[in-house]
């Protein structure tokens, strides 16, 4: 069966620290990885990654792949209290199935 | 720019009852889905639609039924609502079924719905 699997569950740092996310898979026909931010409401797109080992840059944010170990990774550096979100990870093969999340809170 | 417009916000149904979530997106997209959120289990795809006149099933479709008779609206009926489908609700939409597009999904704001 399908599955994406985030960790951890939930994280708490103090602004300026640095985080990494993880997200793991297993599917078949994986076309492509996906990273949201979820605040309040909707998520928002972050980073779609398709080729290993290309790193994709956003500000503070940056996520890489690996197909062969078959994980991705988010990290923020020099965190801010509006980093603390939900992060969501969702692979596309036939279909999206998304991870259950890493709650992140930044304190001040 | 109003991007995927979910109605409504909040809603609280009787066992039993029925509703209909709306959802419209007004960038011409092709797919279109709805997606529910449990607390700490991800997001479940319930139906999604490839075009007017099409859709089809995902994980969990039970208990909901959709339609698309226009490229821009793809509401999800509930028939007979069941405490189990206490969830937030999202709706969202692409311009292709595998992302190439390079932006992901468009997702709408969610419809908290509480069934009691």
């Known amino acids: 069966e399908d599955k994406v699997v985030q960790s951890p569950l939930s994280l708490v740092v103090h602004e300026g620290d640095t985080v990494t996310l993880n997200c793991s898979y297993e599917?078949?026909?994986?076309?492509?990885l996906l990273w949201y931010k979820q605040e309040k409401k909707a998520p928002t797109f972050l980073f779609m990654l398709?080729?290993?080992?290309i790193e994709k840059k956003s500000g503070r944010l940056s996520s890489i792949l690996d197909k062969k170990e078959l994980f991705s990774i988010l990290n923020i550096t020099a965190t801010q209290t509006g980093d603390s979100a939900v992060y969501l990870c969702?692979?596309?093969?036939?279909?999206?199935?998304f991870g259950a999340g890493t709650r992140l809170t930044v304190k001040p | 720019n109003a991007g995927v417009t979910q109605t409504p916000k909040f809603r609280i149904l009787k066992i039993g009852q029925s509703m209909t979530l709306q959802c419209a997106q007004d960038?011409?997209?092709?797919?279109m889905y709805w997606y529910r959120q449990d607390p700490g289990m991800g997001l479940k795809l319930i139906y999604y639609?490839?075009?007017?006149?099409?859709?089809d099933k995902g994980e969990v479709p039970n208990g909901y039924n959709v339609s698309r008779s226009t490229t821009e609206d793809f509401p999800l009926r509930l028939e007979l609502a069941a405490p189990s489908q206490t969830s937030v609700y999202f709706c969202?939409?692409?311009?292709?079924?595998?992302?190439?597009?390079?932006?992901?999904?468009?997702f709408g704001s969610g419809t908290r719905l509480t069934v009691v």
């Open positions: 969202a939409s692409s311009l292709d079924r595998t992302g190439a597009d390079n932006y992901g999904y468009t």
């Open positions: 599917v078949t026909n994986f076309r492509s």
């Open positions: 398709t080729s290993s080992g």
């Open positions: 969702a692979v596309h093969n036939n279909d999206m199935r």
């Open positions: 960038m011409n997209h092709n797919y």
């Open positions: 639609s490839v075009g007017a006149g099409i859709t």
